[in-house]
């Protein structure tokens, strides 16, 4: 390990910093106060109805049913381990068991994915982030009920998870590459902390520990202990949390051993699946790719960000995660290697990650596709969880650019703006004709879903909109540095330089790049209070420029800049006031041209948003609009920046009844962009009987002027199905 | 029916012709005579290896040793209809059976494909038109010898398919949408006719007929008959091939009937897979699609080319020549529908159809993916016998254009410049870098293989090469009328108003436009040449003013020009000459606005020869080199044609062995274009230092001018592995 060998690499317990905690921060802010009341009023209690079984059209998800069968059983074997076969009809790759057609299910019997377990957790998660904004006497009496049936699934000597408990424990942890003890492990801890951080409870929370005490009695380096580690990573950044939380240095140790044992040789994985096969327990007839999991080498050692993108993203944010609670410099190189391979390489401008549905995985180097994008909400999720916690490592402005870019634009596309409807899947080119005809294209779905069977993207769209104030502030491990990430109106209670203050901020964003932030507190007391500049404001003199503290004036504040941050510290009074205006110029971005897919075309970016044109505003054939480039260079205020009153609706919904969306209001800011388009050749249509060529002598495009109408990313196919693209032609 | 819904419709026995006889014709021209010897001296005696699994590291057919198997079983059972259980392991899909690892073959067992038998009649017919050419007492011994095998193998009553003779026949054509029965029939009668025509020897056709015949009383409008047609289409054309040759009027009903009963309702196939699933032969969990065999409505009902492009072809192969020998207008306007959408809006401009590789077929209405293309070569073989009997119905030059344009281009690029390796997918566009990572482009090879399991392609391509002069001319049915559609140097011999004609034709194509034609006969006789005036001379205006005859000055022949032919019609003399020089330029070709793979890009034609950009010529990332379309408008002659060798031989072979091409030369023609080229920047590469944004703000290119050198496309992929593009950026 070097610091020299790579420049990126700046680990440094004195910059680390921690989130400050959702209770002591209320979000006011429009735009997210928005979204947030959404989850709260529509998703979470269609969540709860869904992991119910109680969503009339929805494929059952048996979550609630599976906990309520293995509380039964506990109670006739008093929660004890009852080792028995496992059943030989469950399939080792974790498919979803399901009842007979026809057959009602069997009360006794566990269905649904391997990791069905999870939904609850999510929703928990979201309940208790939901509950610290707004409590809800009613809400928390349910969620109360719900945690009772959950502990009372667990086994007396700790171990939860319901899908092994209920088909014999002989197997429980034999399987790490394909099924998901250990993530719906990590899962459980994750809502439990949230459940317990909203209300104090702590029940689920002592529950999730028990479960963790039994892992970490089973794995470890110890000779007798299992050498495996999780086949879907989040049980390392869940149980870094939990250390955090409690201080037992056991999760954090079992943390560390998961992600350091992680690829090493013999490879885990392949050994697994070799005895499977020798076995007879699959019959698998192709190995198992360790890289899918990121198991492929020790974590250390890999320079390129590989394999099902939300695996990824939850294991890089775990190893960041670990790092920083345990001062590893080796470990945070790797992340910064591999969050610059992200960022530098495989980062769509919507701030989605996955460019395959081969394996929902990163593809190769600048592979970029537009209309066969996976670029799963989960995925840029996983970013935003990664981004934060290297923001949390050392505060640099690029790790809150790409949190903010992942926030924005395709964590919320997932949702529709009535809250009921998900895309799992987030192309950057929608052309419905194609979708239906096309079966490589039959990952991607032209208007959202009611609900998955797999339903991991709505409630981890809930989670992070619930918690998304946690991305907006942390505080310095020095106690004296309150560092703002994210410009969100609300009050952040904070404790600086031994005082207690509080930050009222009121900021536009992100349609405005303005606002103010109101300092309150009692004595005069010395403290740094830094701000990110935003890469979309442009230089970062620039940005600076744009905020000054009241302080500033006579001395008792001074700045400085560094990493894209101004720190301004000094001695703060009672009323001092921090004013910002970032630049929010509408940048027309061109991709590295290593990115063929993205050969001469633009996007349209503006502030922390993405645009892009649906066919609704601009009409069909959206491949034939093209960005005048050349008028919007020669003057780019002919990019028209407008603010308006977007209104939702579906005006059809697609074949399969899907794209429904309620009329909702949201103020938003389009793009008027200087466009042309080239004419659709008479003859093209089916039914029309003029003819037109397939192929002709070039001849200069004929270009009919027209303005063409962006929208930002997030609000698409809110209107019904059409084409959508995020790129035009230049 | 109505010629009046269909202004292209045009049948007219009176114009309908007949290809001469291949004996007719001898082929001298420098082009196709080095693609016949290729065939002769290194494809025919390779695929006689490869169907005796005699290929060392290539997958044993088991071809002749199913024959001889069944053979064998018949000399112990005298031949008869053995019926027997169906053994429930071989696969309802017909997938290839093999001998289990490590185990010799059985000699009395069936391996491989359930079409394998079809290499042997594939064999034949190329060996067939090899001896009319090229007389050979050696191969002759030994396709005698491989027709008595093949013949004992022959059941009593007729039925000649060893996968069900080996296996039992209780469950023969019964699988008739997956198993290919009626494919090895028709196959096989394409042999047989072939091997008769080439040295008069009816053995193997008497097979032929016997196995027709026994069909014939099994399928057909009787009750008791079965009203099935084949899942693979190829015996309608052979049937109507078989009734032209021997004047059977039942072989042209049989054909008929297949054609008319495919897609009526209840849809034999749908029934066909309902029992199946009811019966518990099969356990998909997924329907049959009809449409992947053309077999979802009625024929005359089918407006758009569908399903796998190969059995589209064949189909619409065998509708055209069932039309014409019957006169079926309603069947000829179905055959110009399905043309006309094949060449508006599903053609590459190198010839290939079927644009998908999900069902190897067609894909929708202007999706023509470069990269992903499927354009497999047996696909582009089936669009030349389609155009081949279009033009037997009317001789019109779209008909021959497209031919040709298959020919030339996709058709020979399936074939190594050696002879000894095959493309069965031919992409436009290749990044190896990109298809090695990349499982979405899993079917395509960045470079040929050496023999397919599946060997459609190697086979098809030489039994069209050695019959490509049945593809220059055709007698008109008034026996006065000879159409010269293709300029291939040689002599063909025809008797034209009562009189023998000898034609010497000496041509330069493809790579120059002009030639001559030399007229022999005995006294002064009246009869019509008629010439193709090709569309790529420029209009016909231009292309009729550069071909005239003789025997215009004295006014002993007029000329008339209609649907692309010009017809010299009156009195010739032994001597008189027809002179032709057709203007070939360099066509900087734009795809149809709607192919949106296509958008911003030309490609680049000369004849009937279609270019690409190879990196051996023009560096990597092919992707960032624009044809500079001002500087070629603004003068076409910018575009430089030059004469050269091309030198094959492998630089480097890919990871899997192939690629491999010996070092053989070439006269061709290449062009040199005005171009340039978009730097790549600096840091993109994996071990650069340098940073290179993956988007930045849009800045205009720095154009670097360079000229781009392209080479005929089928001659890629000659030279090692290496990127490949038909289209360039504009």
Redesign the interface.
């Known amino acids: 390990m070097s610091i020299q060998t790579n420049p990126h690499a700046v680990a440094s317990a004195a910059r680390h910093s921690k989130p400050l905690a959702l209770r002591s921060v209320t979000v006011t802010d429009a735009f997210w106060h928005a979204e947030q009341e959404l989850v709260r009023t529509a998703v979470i209690p269609f969540q709860w109805n869904a992991l119910n079984d109680n969503v009339p059209g929805a494929a059952p998800s048996y979550c609630m049913h599976n906990f309520k069968a293995a509380a039964a059983q506990n109670a006739r074997r008093n929660g004890n381990d009852d080792r028995k076969a496992y059943p030989p009809e469950f399939s080792y790759r974790g498919f979803a068991v399901l009842p007979k057609d026809g057959e009602a299910p069997d009360p006794d019997k566990f269905y649904g994915f391997v990791f069905q377990d999870t939904d609850f957790s999510k929703w928990i998660e979201a309940v208790g982030y939901s509950l610290t904004q707004h409590p809800d006497a009613e809400l928390e009496a349910t969620a109360d009920k719900a945690i009772d049936i959950v502990c009372a699934a667990q086994l007396d000597n700790g171990y939860l998870d319901t899908y092994y408990i209920l088909n014999g424990m002989d197997r429980a942890f034999h399987n790490l590459r394909w099924h998901h003890e250990l993530y719906c492990l990590g899962h459980l801890i994750e809502g439990a902390i949230a459940y317990y951080e909203g209300t104090g409870k702590d029940k689920l929370l002592k529950a999730a520990c028990r479960f963790a005490d039994y892992t970490a009695e089973y794995f470890g380096p110890k000779a007798d202990q299992c050498k495996g580690y999780p086949g879907h990573e989040i049980a390392e950044m869940a149980l870094a949390r939990l250390a955090d939380l409690t201080g037992e240095k056991k999760y954090l140790d079992l943390a560390r051993f998961f992600i350091d044992e992680r690829g090493t040789e013999p490879n885990y994985f392949l050994a697994e699946d070799k005895r499977d096969k020798d076995t007879g327990y699959t019959d698998a007839n192709w190995d198992f790719d360790p890289s899918y999991a990121q198991a492929h080498k020790p974590v250390r050692e890999q ?2 960000a590989v394999g099902h993108a939300v695996r990824a993203g939850y294991l890089y944010s775990g190893m960041a995660a670990v790092a920083k609670l345990s001062d590893d410099d080796s470990l945070v190189e790797a992340c910064e290697t591999l969050w610059r391979n992200i ?3 495989k ?1 769509y ?1 919507t701030g989605g990650i996955g460019g ?1 549905n ?1 394996g929902e995985a990163f ?5 970029l596709p537009n209309d ?1 994008a996976y670029s799963e909400s989960c995925a840029a999720i996983s970013l935003a969880f990664f981004a934060r916690r290297m923001l949390e490592i050392a505060p640099k402005a690029e790790y809150a650019d790409v949190m903010e870019q992942a926030l924005y634009n395709t964590t919320l596309a997932g949702m529709a703006l009535d809250g009921k409807s998900f895309f799992y899947v987030n192309p950057l080119e929608v ?1 419905p ?2 979708n239906h ?4 294209l039959g990952h991607v779905k032209t208007v959202r879903q009611k609900w998955f069977g797999c339903a991991c993207c709505p409630p981890n769209i809930a989670r992070i909109v619930e918690s998304v104030q946690e991305y907006a502030y942390t505080v310095g491990n020095d106690g004296s540095t309150l560092y703002t990430h994210l410009y969100m109106g609300g009050v952040a209670k904070a404790v600086l330089g031994g005082a207690a203050v509080e930050l009222t901020t009121n900021a536009n964003l992100p349609w405005q790049g303005d606002g103010k932030v109101v300092v309150k507190l009692g004595e005069a007391t010395t403290f740094t209070l830094a701000f990110r500049l935003p890469g979309w404001a442009g230089s970062v003199d620039a940005a600076a420029g744009a905020i000054s503290a009241s302080g500033e004036a006579d001395g008792r504040v001074v700045r400085s800049v560094r990493d894209g941050y101004v720190y301004f510290a000094g001695q703060w009074h009672d009323g001092d006031e921090v004013v910002f205006n970032f630049p929010m110029p509408v ?10 897919e993205d ?2 075309r ?2 349209f970016v503006r502030g922390p948003i993405t645009f892009c044109a649906e066919e609704r505003d601009n009409g069909a ?1 959206l ?2 609009l093209h960005a005048d ?1 050349a008028a919007i ?1 020669a003057d780019p205020d002919s990019v028209k920046v407008v603010p308006f009153e977007f209104h939702a609706g579906a005006a059809g919904i697609d074949a399969d009844g899907q794209g429904e969306v309620d009329d909702v209001e949201r103020d938003m800011v389009r793009l008027e962009v200087p466009a042309w388009r ?4 008479a ?2 249509d ?1 039914e029309s009987p003029a ?10 495009v004929r270009r009919e002027p027209v303005t063409a109408t962006l929208i930002p990313y997030f609000a698409w196919a809110n209107r019904g199905e059409n084409e959508m693209t995020v790129f035009l ?2």
Chains 1, 2 share one sequence.
Do not use: C, I, W
Request: without cysteine; aromatic residues 10%.
């Open positions: 320079k390129e960022v530098d390489k980062l401008v395959t081969n593809s190769y180097d600048y592979d066969a052309n004709y194609a005809r096309d079966k490589r940048r027309m971005m061109k991709a590295n041209p290593m990115v063929r050969a001469g633009v996007a054939n491949h034939l480039v260079l080239e004419p659709v050749p003859g093209t089916a003819f037109a060529p397939l192929y002709a002598e070039y001849r200069p032609h230049d």
